[in-house]
C-alpha cells in the first residue's frame, strides 16, 4: 500500500496550492479519503474529507470556502485545492484513506509565509 503525496511547498499569504495524493496498493474506489495537517506543537487534525464516490465532503471550520478536496477514482488520486492560504495553514499535510483499515501517507511541508 502507498499513499504519496505532493504538491507542498512555500507559499506567500493570499496564495494557492493544491495537494495531491496518488494511491496504489488497495481498492481506492471503496475507502473514504482525507487529508490531515500537524502544525508545529499541535495535534494532527481533520481538515477535509470526501465519500468513497465522492459524492460527499466535509470540512475543518478554519478552511470552509478556501479548500477543495476532490477525487478522481479511475486515476487512484485525491486532492485538495487550497486558496486564500493564511500562516496558521503552515502545516505538514497528510493524505489518509479509511475503509475499516487505514492508511497514511508519508505528508508533504506546507508553508504560508510572508
Known amino acids: 500500500v502507498h499513499l504519496v503525496e505532493s504538491g507542498g511547498g512555500s507559499v506567500q499569504p493570499g496564495g494557492s496550492l493544491r495537494l495531491s495524493c496518488e494511491a496504489s496498493?488497495?481498492?481506492?474506489?471503496?475507502?473514504?479519503m482525507s487529508w490531515y495537517r500537524r502544525a508545529p506543537g499541535k495535534e494532527r487534525e481533520l481538515v477535509a474529507s470526501?465519500?468513497?464516490?465522492?459524492?460527499?465532503?466535509n470540512y475543518a471550520d478554519s478552511v470552509k470556502d478556501r479548500f477543495t478536496i476532490s477525487r478522481d477514482n479511475a486515476k487512484n488520486t485525491v486532492a485538495l485545492q487550497m486558496n486564500s492560504l493564511k500562516p496558521e495553514d503552515t502545516a505538514v499535510y497528510f493524505c489518509?484513506?479509511?475503509?475499516?483499515?487505514?492508511?497514511w501517507g508519508q505528508g508533504t511541508q506546507v508553508t504560508v509565509s510572508s
Open positions: 496498493g488497495f481498492t481506492f474506489s471503496r475507502y473514504s
Open positions: 489518509n484513506a479509511r475503509w475499516g483499515l487505514v492508511y
Open positions: 470526501i465519500s468513497s464516490d465522492g459524492g460527499n465532503r
